[in-house]
T-cell receptor
Framework: AQSVTQLGSHVSVSEGALVLLRCNYS??????LFWYVQYPNQGLQLLLK??????LVKGINGFEAEFKKSETSFHLTKPSAHMSDAAEYFC?????????FGQGTTLQVKP | NAGVMQNPRHLVRRRGQEARLRCSPM?????VYWYRQLPEEGLKFMVY????????ESGMPKERFSAEFPKEGPSILRIQQVVRGDSAAYFC?????????????FGPGTRLTVT
């Protein structure tokens, strides 16, 4: 069965600093991997996804993630944090259609 | 193209009452997924439906919960005899046929409070 582990339930960065949110997955088949963002009291918005092909995936709002099969990782990065990036971020893997989510990481951005 | 619609956005029920949550998928989408987000927990898959058919209900609690996606109209998640532990945000997502593994579009959620 597929699973996802997000390391760090809370991450705090200063505005302008690098954002790094960690995600490791377990999958018996080539995975489809996703990052979603959730702002307070809202639904989930897709940031980016990896299905096949290029392992460095670029998404919206300046985020990107790299699929590393050898490390079973799909970490999310952004070179420079903005205040508007403060939200909860979820990594997910697709398992026969349904999404299996990690526990989520709350990103705090300090001025 | 309107996004996934869910209503109501907020729902308050007393213990023992029934809750009905509705989800209208994006136009042209024939597959619907329901997820639940309990306080301090991540999102958990509940059920995957296509029109008039349940594909995967492995995440549904065995009792009191049911889901349907009729040929016409929205998908409905029904919770009978609600208990306080059912208080959560319920999210619906939709996808085009056969693209569920690659793209799911989420609605804004229904926040259920059981008093």
């Amino acid at each position: 069965a597929q699973s996802v582990t997000q390391l760090g339930s809370h991450v705090s960065v200063s505005e302008g600093a690098l954002v790094l949110l960690r995600c490791n997955y377990s999958s018996s088949v080539p995975p489809y991997l996703f990052w979603y963002v959730q702002y307070p009291n809202q639904g989930l918005q897709l940031l980016l996804k990896y299905t096949t092909g290029a392992t460095l995936v670029k998404g919206i709002n300046g985020f990107e993630a790299e699929f590393k099969k050898s490390e079973t990782s799909f970490h999310l990065t952004k070179p420079s944090a903005h205040m508007s990036d403060a939200a909860e971020y979820f990594c997910a893997v697709s398992d026969t259609g349904k999404l299996i989510f990690g526990q989520g990481t709350t990103l705090q951005v300090k001025p | 193209n309107a996004g996934v619609m869910q209503n109501p956005r907020h729902l308050v029920r007393r213990r023992g009452q029934e809750a009905r949550l509705r989800c209208s998928p994006m136009k042209g989408h024939s597959h619907v997924y329901w997820y639940r987000q309990l306080p301090e927990e991540g999102l958990k898959f509940m059920v995957y439906l296509q029109k008039e058919n349940i594909i995967d209900e492995s995440g549904m609690p065995k009792e009191r919960f049911s889901a349907e996606f009729p040929k016409e109209g929205p998908s409905i998640l029904r919770i009978q005899q609600v208990v306080r532990g059912d208080s959560a945000a319920y999210f619906c997502a939709s996808s085009p046929k056969d693209r569920g593994p690659y793209e799911q579009y989420f609605g804004p959620g229904t926040r259920l409070t059981v008093t």
